[in-house]
T-cell receptor
Framework: DADVTQTPRNRITKTGKRIMLECSQTKGHDRMYWYRQDPGLGLRLIYYSFDVKDINKGEISDGYSVSRQAQAKFSLSLESAIPNQTALYFC?????????????????FGAGSRLTVL | KQEVTQIPAALSVPEGENLVLNCSFTDSAIYNLQWFRQDPGKGLTSLLLIQSSQREQTSGRLNASLDKSSGRSTLYIAASQPGDSATYLCAVTDGTYKYIFGTGTRLKVLA
């Protein structure tokens, strides 16, 4: 099983619909992130969370909301989807260990959720 | 503001060639640098992570180096194979929530 699992993998929806993308992880990481990827624009941070009670906006949070239901679960919602939210969405995780720990601080991605808003 | 640049944007090489991908960053105060591979429409797979105190990391045919003072990292791929064809991205972090990604180098290895 994947360390970071995203559902759904593909979704086509209509303008104005509410959409939720879900992410769960088995890495035991405390930090979780949502990014979107658009051709030519690279990866942009939507929201990040350092623990269940610590949620913060990234650079492009307008039109999105998140929920950290547990350490292992972080969901992204589009309250009223619009066409320019069509993109590939990624969930990622990392730990907060110091550099002296082998394997620390690796950013681990899910397989992505492709969202198309018509 | 940290900026990450990857040159070239695309590269096509014959199978078996050794190649170098470049990553440049403007602020040397990084916590670590990570190299990823992304296949079309797929997620990012971590290849190598170099902590700020390290100079290089190796995994199989891959070797990544880091020169903080010059703001550069290189990913060396030995004896390239068609299966290496993908987009390679680098990302730097200052140890907070900020990971700054390059836009990648699209590699095609010809059989």
């Amino acid at each position: 099983d994947a360390d970071v699992t995203q559902t759904p993998r593909n979704r086509i929806t209509k303008t104005g619909k509410r959409i939720m993308l879900e992410c769960s992880q088995t890495k035991g990481h405390d930090r979780m992130y949502w990014y979107r990827q658009d051709p030519g624009l690279g990866l942009r941070l939507i929201y990040y969370s350092f623990d269940v009670k610590d949620i913060n906006k990234g650079e492009i949070s307008d039109g999105y909301s998140v929920s950290r239901q547990a350490q292992a679960k972080f969901s992204l919602s589009l309250e009223s989807a619009i066409p320019n939210q069509t993109a590939l969405y990624f969930c990622a995780t990392s730990d907060s260990l110091g550099q002296q720990y082998s394997g620390a601080n690796v950013l681990t991605f899910g397989a992505g959720s492709r969202l198309t808003v018509l | 503001k940290q900026e990450v640049t990857q040159i070239p944007a695309a590269l096509s090489v014959p199978e078996g060639e050794n190649l170098v991908l470049n990553c440049s960053f403007t602020d040397s105060a990084i916590y670590n640098l990570q190299w990823f591979r992304q296949d079309p429409g797929k997620g990012l797979t971590s290849l190598l992570l170099i902590q700020s105190s390290q100079r290089e990391q190796t995994s199989g045919r891959l070797n990544a180096s880091l020169d903080k003072s010059s703001g550069r990292s290189t990913l060396y791929i030995a004896a390239s194979q068609p299966g290496d064809s993908a987009t390679y991205l680098c990302a730097v972090t200052d140890g907070t929530y900020k990971y700054i990604f390059g836009t990648g180098t699209r590699l095609k290895v010809l059989a």
